[in-house]
């Protein structure tokens, strides 16, 4: 129904139905706070790597100059040496960069590949759907988040640039070295701390994704129904196909009656139909059984087909709850049944084998 309050929680079948339109959960800060904490790790490990190898090139390019020839070829080999010291030095904090950037994305939509969600949607192209994404509460949330990262962050950038300062220009006074120095490992400090921030931001943001991606996923009672109906079935047709396998299974039951050997009653609340093929089965078979009025309609067509009638009420009673319709009896009324079928086989003038 069109308005109707969505507040039920989503199926399985809505969430795969999701998934398979590219619709999961995920937060885009957790993938920049990781990306940058990574990639200012791995700056600082490798820093020591980097500085060597950069220093160790420009020593040797100062050494050549004046004493090689320029000409196109050393400027070719110079340049191959550059992009070759470029690739073993930057190489493995671009590779990191890049492994940080797309496994938070694989683990957090568990390997997802799908090509749907880059479909294109005309809806996109509708100006009144673009304003209400303006004024919608995603829109104000990503707004208020920026406002206070860039808050917060400023403020962290002023409190530790304006508590390092004074050291900074005093190491500057001893030596350009020393305070050079001083502001790298100042400027790492800073940016840690900055990812630090960003990891809280991240695990905020992500709460709030959660929340609204349980609440798009989230269903009305009647979607709840029409989905059943689509997995499961109606429930009327269902219902009417179990009456109608029940009304065929009836019939069959009581079209096996005249093939009984016996039914045995008490006198009208139960009857029970016995059936014994000794070429077939083990041991007799109830091939029918009823209570009250069903019981009535055995019993009934049992005296029309000549079928040997015998009240027993304890043990029409047992079987009728103990024993299925085509099943055999259990091993503890062998003796029972056994009795009942002797007497009707000596009243057939037939003998019973055992």
């Known amino acids: 129904m069109a308005g109707e309050e969505k507040t039920e929680q989503a199926t399985p079948k809505k969430r795969r139905d999701a998934r398979k339109e590219g619709d999961v959960l995920q937060s885009k800060e957790i993938i920049t706070a990781i990306s940058v904490l990574g990639l200012f790790a791995a700056m600082r490990l490798f820093m020591g790597f980097v500085t060597e190898n950069i220093l160790a ?44 950037g797309i496994i938070p994305t694989i683990a957090q939509t568990k390997g997802l590949f ?134 065929m299974a009836m019939s069959r039951m009581m079209a096996d009656v005249p093939k009984a050997d016996v039914v045995i009653r008490n006198p009208t609340h139960y009857a029970v139909a016995l059936r014994y093929d000794q070429d077939a089965n083990r041991a007799p078979q109830v091939i029918a059984k009823g209570k009250d009025h069903l019981a009535l309609r055995i019993v009934k067509i049992a005296e029309e087909n000549d079928v040997y009638l015998m009240e027993d009420p304890p043990l029409a009673r047992l079987l009728y709850s103990t024993v299925d319709v085509g099943r055999e009896i259990p091993v503890e009324l062998y003796n029972a049944v056994a009795e009942v079928l002797t007497v009707v086989y000596r009243a057939k003038n037939k003998t019973l084998h055992a």
């Open 114 to 247: 799908t090509m749907k969600a880059l479909r294109p949607k005309f809806s996109r192209l509708n100006p009144l759907s673009g304003i209400k994404k303006l004024f919608s509460l995603q829109s104000a949330v990503g707004i208020l988040k920026g406002l206070i990262e860039v808050t917060v962050i400023g403020y962290v950038i002023y409190s530790e640039v304006a508590a390092r300062l004074p050291k900074f220009l005093a190491l500057m006074n001893a030596g350009v070295m020393q305070g050079m120095t001083y502001a790298l490992i100042s400027i790492f400090d800073l940016v840690m701390l900055i990812c630090i921030l960003l990891v809280f931001v991240a695990a905020a943001d992500f709460l709030f994704q959660w929340w609204q991606f349980e609440k798009k996923l989230k269903m009305s009672k009647q979607e709840v129904k029409e989905e059943y109906k689509q997995t499961e079935g109606d429930p009327q047709i269902k219902s009417k196909i179990k009456q109608k396998q029940q009304q």
């Open 57 to 100: 090139f420009s020593a040797s390019v100062f050494e050549r100059v004046g004493t090689t020839e320029i000409n196109q070829d050393n400027i070719m080999a110079l340049f191959v040496e550059m992009i070759t010291i470029f690739v073993i030095t930057v190489g493995p904090i671009c590779a990191v960069a890049m492994l940080l």
